[in-house]
């Protein structure tokens, strides 16, 4: 598994199914300069390694002075803040943003514009993004298409299973709502898949 800090990520499984676990626990150490949204206020124990922020102000602020690791738990939950948030990364350039919780911030009509631009453009300013969904069908197309990555966890709702079958062959989404918790497959745009055990913790 090759993954590039500029990458687009998709992770999607029900709730409890270890989506945040995996990404705080094998993807977010593997980046030096990220952000992680978490609009939830659920990963406050990513504290003791970033700097918190609430508002754009405030990420604008810690950028400038040089910090790289930061937590962002929005004081807004507005998605015109989460629309700032992307373009302060998008402008910096070189930054990663992992979103727990994306389909908080997009609709399957609807993305943010500077969300949008990150998951078109933003390679070329070296800027990737995670966005982590219990709905994969609750998502924008943009959020799947763009993306190089895939985690699957386990899903239980026949439309999400739908939308999987529009990333994985059908006889791996076929084995998406029988994955045991913490089990997910992964796949990525150039043909590779397989299973995953659970990392450990
Ligand atoms: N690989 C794992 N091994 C053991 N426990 C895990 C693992 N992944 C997740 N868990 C546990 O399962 C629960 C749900 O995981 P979490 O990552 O929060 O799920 P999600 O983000 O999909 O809702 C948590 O208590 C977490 O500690
Ligand atoms: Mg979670």
Redesign the pocket.
Known sequence: MQIKSSDRIFVA?????????????MLFPMYTRRVFWDIKL?NSDLAFCCTICTTPDELRSSIKKGKTSILYQPKSLEPFDFNRVCQILYETGNFTLFV?EVSRVCTPSWIEPWHDEIMTRGRGRGVGIVN?T?RPRRCHNTVISEAEHFFI?RLQLETDIAKIKEILPRQWANQVSSLP??HCIYSDSVGTIKPLA????
């Not at 499984?13 to 626990?25: A, R």
């Not at 659970?198 to 913790?201: A, G, Y």
């Open positions: 499984g029900k709730t409890g199914s270890g989506k945040t676990t995996l990404v705080k626990k659920e727990d982590l219990q966890f918790y913490h659970p990392i450990r913790l």
